[in-house]
């Protein structure tokens, strides 16, 4: 049986990966940190798991059933230098080799566009594109199955744009909602197509629409 794990599931993109796994019926276990301060309205269907994942020990026991993982975590800027590197490598190497023991099928991390780019304005937030970047190359070498999908400027308002898909380090400006994002996520566990692949996504108003189906196998 398919059943979703999320981490960063009280994010404002993780939120929607949820609301989009949830309407699609699939089960699903959001992670949280402190369940008794959480403020978000869950959908029925949603698993409620307390846990940390900078805690190895604390997951051991927070995937359960789950058979696939949508990762939406990420540090929030702040003044802890330690927080990128701590939230976005160490935490999602936890979670990739807590998936390894748990069998899970596959691994779906929300990552960023321009992690490649050492000398990008947002590493001025301590390196965070650069923690980025190396929990992918972590996800690539675990032996999972995995996409990993690195979306432009994040937006609350969806638009009315067309999703421009392309390979890893070939998109480099651009912006789009989060819950495009949210859709990709979600559909990428669905398409033999999308695994195994970095997916650049931005969206572009004179962009003609294709099928997402169409758009996993256009990325080489």
């Not at 929030?76 to 330690?82: K, Q, S, Y």
């Not at 780019?117 to 999972?144: D, R, T």
């Not at 898909?165 to 651009?174: H, K, P, R, V, W």
Request: net charge positive; with cysteine; hydrophobic share 40%.
């Amino acid at each position: 049986m398919l059943k979703a794990f999320v981490a960063g599931a009280t994010g404002q993109t993780g939120r929607l990966i949820v609301q989009e796994l949830r309407r699609r019926n699939i089960p699903v276990r959001a992670l949280l940190r402190n369940i008794k301060k959480t403020k978000t309205t869950w959908p029925d269907g949603v698993e409620l798991v307390e846990a940390d994942l900078l805690n190895y020990k604390s997951l051991s026991t927070a995937l359960g059933d789950s058979t696939i993982i949508l990762c939406a975590s990420g540090a929030r800027p702040n003044f802890n230098p330690t927080g990128p590197y701590k939230v976005d490598y160490e935490g999602t190497k936890n979670l990739v080799d807590m998936a390894k023991v748990g069998g899970i099928k596959h691994f779906v991390l929300v990552s960023s566009l321009c992690v490649s780019q050492l000398f990008h304005p947002l590493n001025l937030f301590w390196l965070v594109l650069l923690w980025k970047k190396q929990a992918e190359k972590y996800i690539q070498k675990s032996g999972l199955n995995y996409t990993i999908i690195r979306p432009g400027g994040l937006k609350d308002k969806d638009n009315t744009g067309n999703i421009v898909m392309q390979s890893a380090d070939t998109l480099f400006e651009g912006t789009i909602s989060r819950q495009k994002v949210a859709d990709i996520c979600v559909e990428a566990m669905f398409d033999e197509s999308a695994k195994n692949k970095v997916l650049e996504i931005v969206s572009n108003c004179n962009t003609p629409r294709k099928e997402l189906s169409e758009l996993f196998a256009n990325v080489i």
